[in-house]
């Protein structure tokens, strides 16, 4: 079953702005995982941040993780065109190395 | 990066007929290695859990007699959808993690776009 939900499901902006996609979850993880896909293609992994981590960067990204709200968020700054796709967040609960997948966020980035 | 090889990317078959889609991982041994299938515009849904030598396990409501998933080899796995049918088509991807998995990030292929007509 999805355990993850992200919110908005659809997400329209300007270039140059900063997106924000947010992810709740329903029990307890190992680890969080955010995830990109361009229509049609499979995905790509954007950054994991760990149960015990509470804010994660790479680049122009930005992830942050409540773990007593369950909840986590990805920050996108300084949109771009090429930003255009879905994102999803991904929940990993441990052993077997599953992961379970949101429904998705689809970012449309106007140039 | 570690690269998941999917094969084929697209597929237009008659329906009855079965196709298989094959999965590798290019550059790492992959013990496990998962199914899922994507409706338009939706989440993923895991299909089954491929196991390296040994049954593949699977999801609530999958037909394992339909899906039927071998994983020969630690480099390689294949889903073959037996006896198609139009509600059959959509978009089927897999996806790899390393041993070693927990903490790690998962690779996935770059799908397979089945049509069943």
């Known amino acids: 079953s999805q355990q993850g939900e992200e919110d908005p499901q659809a997400l329209s902006i300007q270039e140059g702005e900063n997106a924000t996609m947010n992810c709740s979850y329903k029990?307890?993880?190992?680890?969080l995982q955010w995830y990109r896909q361009n229509s049609g293609r499979g995905l790509v992994h954007l950054i994991l941040i760990r149960s015990n981590e509470r804010e994660k960067h790479s680049g122009r990204l930005r992830v942050t993780l409540d773990t007593s709200k369950k909840s986590s968020s990805l920050l996108i700054t300084a949109s771009r065109a090429a930003d255009t796709a879905s994102y999803f967040c991904?929940?990993?609960?441990?052993?077997?190395?599953?992961?379970?997948f949101g429904k998705g966020t689809l970012l449309t980035v106007n140039p | 990066g570690a690269v998941v090889s999917q094969h084929p990317s697209r597929v237009i078959c008659k329906s009855g007929t079965s196709v298989k889609i094959e999965c590798r991982s290019l550059?790492?041994?992959?013990?496990?290695m998962f199914w899922y299938r994507q409706f338009p515009k939706k989440s993923l849904m895991l299909m089954a859990t491929s196991n390296e030598g040994s049954k593949a396990t699977y999801e609530q409501g999958v037909e394992k007699d339909k899906f039927l998933i071998n994983h020969a080899s630690l480099t390689l796995s294949t889903l073959t959808v037996t006896s198609a049918h139009p509600e059959d088509s959509s978009f089927y991807i897999c996806?790899?993690?390393?041993?070693?998995?927990?903490?790690?990030?998962?690779?996935f292929g770059q799908g397979t776009r089945l049509t069943v007509v």
């Open positions: 550059d790492f041994q992959a013990t496990t």
């Open positions: 996806s790899a993690r390393a041993r070693g998995g927990a903490n790690t990030e998962a690779f």
């Open positions: 991904a929940t990993d609960r441990g052993s077997n190395y599953k992961l379970t």
């Open positions: 029990t307890s993880i190992n680890n």
